[in-house]
């Protein structure tokens, strides 16, 4: 199935957030990377390299809140081992964008 730029805006906004807060890589994963089309029971599957994880914490609520959906964000860093090969096989690198961030 074709993702339609809809189904990534969300995507491209929290990486944005993240990118300004000083992530230095973001990647998406799961089955948006994989190209299947969000339903209602879908999450937003993010994973995060250079940012603390006590901040993370602190921005997985702004994200969430901002994108209007549930975000799992993962820290590479410190990502459990059984979901790191899922993450490494299926991560699409998200680009830092140079537009602002829009709510």
């Known amino acids: 199935m074709l993702i339609s730029d809809q189904h990534l805006e969300p995507a491209r906004k929290a990486a944005n957030l993240l990118y300004t807060r000083g992530a230095r890589r973001v990647w998406l994963f799961g089955s948006l990377a994989r190209g299947i089309a969000p339903d209602d029971h879908s999450d937003l599957d993010i994973a995060v390299e250079g940012i603390t994880p006590s901040r993370l914490r602190v921005i997985k609520e702004e994200l969430a809140a901002m994108v209007e959906t549930k975000v799992?964000?993962?820290?590479?860093?410190?990502?459990h081992p059984p979901i790191r090969p899922h993450i490494l096989r299926?991560?699409?690198l998200m680009q830092r964008e140079t537009r602002p961030l829009r709510g």
């Open 72 to 79: 799992d964000l993962v820290d590479m860093a410190t990502a």
């Open 90 to 92: 299926t991560r699409v």
